[in-house]
């Protein structure tokens, strides 16, 4: 299946928490959109692999995307080599994706950091003909090069090139992140407390998308950094 838009995220709950708006809007636009998650997540403080895996299949199910694989990369340990970088140069050929969202270029938790160089790489590298890979199966891939990547904003604060409107779809990402119940906020976990299963840490993701929204006048946006010069062929579409 070609895809639109291909999701690349270093723990499963990154797309969820960082663009789902966006995915959202984009599948209401007819657009196909995929996630590649690197991590099973496996060093979180709260839930296994299997309870995570299980809590992405819930939350794409909200989202409507349509594919989703997990590279079980070891997380935390995960590095930007020729094994790493050959893994998923050929989920970017397989699904050929013509935009590529990524984690933040600077973040609080280093997989991020490390996801986004990766990202970067392998994109790059997709596109050289002299890198061979290979479909399941052992059939040969073509070289594909997405036109753009794009770096989502996490945790710490960073200024976007530029924001999505996402407001429409606000409840929608709400719910998918939710799917990840063993993540967040539930006063009847028995389970050790984390920075994320705070209460206070979905009204700060509310928060954070109010002031990305604000930025361009609407109630709700999702920020995105770039390393190419964005260019337009409408000035009149732009908010």
């Known amino acids: 299946m070609k895809l639109d838009i291909l999701v690349m995220a270093a723990h499963p709950d990154d797309a969820e928490l960082s663009c789902a708006g966006t995915i959202c809007a ?22 296994t692999p299997e309870i995570r895996l299980a809590e992405s299949a819930v939350a794409s199910s909200i989202m409507g995307i349509h594919a989703r694989e997990n590279l079980e990369f070891r997380d935390g340990f995960f590095v930007n080599d020729e094994e790493h970088l050959l893994k ?10 013509e935009v590529v969202l990524a984690n933040a270029v600077d973040d609080r938790h280093p997989d991020h950091i ?12 997709s596109g050289l003909r002299m890198i061979a890979t290979t479909e399941k199966d052992g059939t040969p891939q073509t070289a594909w090069r997405p036109k753009n990547v794009y770096h989502y904003i996490q945790d710490r604060l960073l200024k976007p090139d ?25 006063p009847n976990s028995t389970e050790p407390e984390s920075y994320l299963t705070s209460p206070q840490y979905l009204h700060f993701t509310e928060a954070r998308n109010r ?6 006048g609407v109630e709700f946006g999702e920020g995105y950094m770039t390393d190419k010069m964005i260019g337009v062929t409408d000035v009149t579409a732009l908010l």
């Open 26 to 47: 984009a599948i209401a636009q007819g657009k196909k959109v995929g996630i590649v998650d690197f991590t099973r997540g496996e060093l979180g403080t709260r839930g």
């Open 88 to 97: 998923l140069i050929a989920v970017i050929r397989r699904y050929q994706p």
């Open 114 to 125: 490390k996801g986004a160089a990766l990202a970067r790489d392998a994109c790059f590298k």
């Open 162 to 186: 530029f924001v999505v409107d996402i407001t429409p779809y606000w409840n929608t990402k709400i719910a998918a992140i939710r799917a990840f119940k063993s993540q967040f906020h539930d």
């Open 211 to 216: 002031e990305m929204g604000h930025t361009i």
